[in-house]
């Protein structure tokens, strides 16, 4: 059995990412915010922890990626991809809509449809959507932006539903655990995910990119986040396709270490939407593995 901890309180798009990981005896835990989730993985109150990490319309979720780059390393075990889209709550009672809240992901993709339907009410970041669905219930707010799902939760009544800027708007979420721990196995669609502290030099950025792109390794994702130390220095949040367990991608992640001594490794696993890694010619795990192999035979001389 796994205690799963999820950025919360339930009813949030989280919880239901976190249920697709869950086996049965599992248990959730609600957390208030994404540093609280991971933090109890840290400290051992969690087996794992659930957490969003970017959105197609809005990208990155900073409060996972500084999260993640601070404190004790925690490694990325899987992933899950949800559709989004926002059900639109209040209370019974609630005469004119004057504010609406939600968490911030969560209301600039839907800025149009409040602008639209909702013009006189002042958007207020809440801590997540559910958590805006427990503030409307508590009357400090008019209406929330919430998942379908929070009505089932917080006896509220539906103004709208299906709301989304973006048709097929989709947000990714990250289960993360303490080392040590067992890699998943790679799939061939696979995707690993790493965070660099670049010094603040000339090219760093282009230097670490350079050693992906001559490996013929395609990026899934590149994110900058500040360092919150020295202004302008920035932590670089580097995707790409395959497994760490590859010897193709062994040798790029042994690169950027060589390339960045400041670099988390936060995870190898099996991408939700099942994108294949391209891989170029010359750059198979198979030519890596015999270019080791013919480099042995010449260090060992018997290969001319
Ligand atoms: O507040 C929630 O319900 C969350 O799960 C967070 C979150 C996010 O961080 O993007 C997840 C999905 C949606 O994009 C809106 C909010």
Redesign the pocket.
């Known amino acids: 059995m796994s205690r799963i901890a999820y950025?919360g309180p339930i009813?949030?798009?989280?919880?239901q990412?976190a249920r697709t990981f869950t086996t049965p005896g599992d248990e959730l835990v609600a957390a208030e915010t994404i540093p609280q989730a991971l933090d109890a993985v840290r400290k051992g109150e969690a087996d794992a922890a659930c957490v969003?990490v970017e959105?197609s319309v809005?990208g990155a979720?900073p409060a996972?990626l500084d999260s993640l780059a601070e404190r004790e390393p925690l490694i990325g075990v899987a992933e899950a991809l949800?559709p989004?889209h926002f059900s639109v709550l209040t209370r019974e009672d609630a005469g004119e809509i004057r504010t609406v809240a939600?968490?911030p992901?969560?209301l600039a993709?839907v800025r149009q449809w409040l602008e639209e339907n909702l013009p006189g009410a002042r958007a207020v970041a809440a801590g997540?959507?559910?958590?805006a669905a427990v503030a409307v219930q508590a009357g400090e707010f008019d209406a929330a932006v919430?998942?379908p799902v929070a009505v089932e939760h917080y006896p509220l009544k539906v103004l709208a539903t299906e709301v989304a800027d973006v048709r097929d708007?989709r947000?990714r979420?990250l289960l993360m655990r303490k080392p040590p721990v067992t890699l998943p196995d790679p799939t061939g669609a696979d995707r690993t995910s790493l965070v660099a502290a670049a010094a603040n030099r000339t090219g760093t950025l282009a230097a670490l990119l350079t050693e992906l792109a001559t490996r013929g390794i395609n990026l899934t994702r590149l994110d900058a986040r500040p360092n919150k130390q020295n202004f302008g220095e920035y932590r670089f949040f580097i995707d790409f396709e395959g497994h760490v367990a590859e010897p193709r991608i062994a040798d790029a992640v042994s690169a950027l270490r060589r390339r960045c001594r400041d670099v988390r490794f936060l995870g190898s696993f099996a991408r939700a939407d099942g994108v294949r890694a391209t891989i170029e010619p010359a750059a198979r795990n198979e030519d890596f593995a015999d270019a080791d192999g013919w480099v042995a035979a010449v260090q060992r001389g018997e290969q001319a």
């Open positions: 950025f009813g949030t798009f989280t919880e990412a969003p959105n809005e979720v996972t949800l989004v939600s968490h992901h969560a993709q997540s959507t559910a958590a919430t998942a708007a947000t979420f």
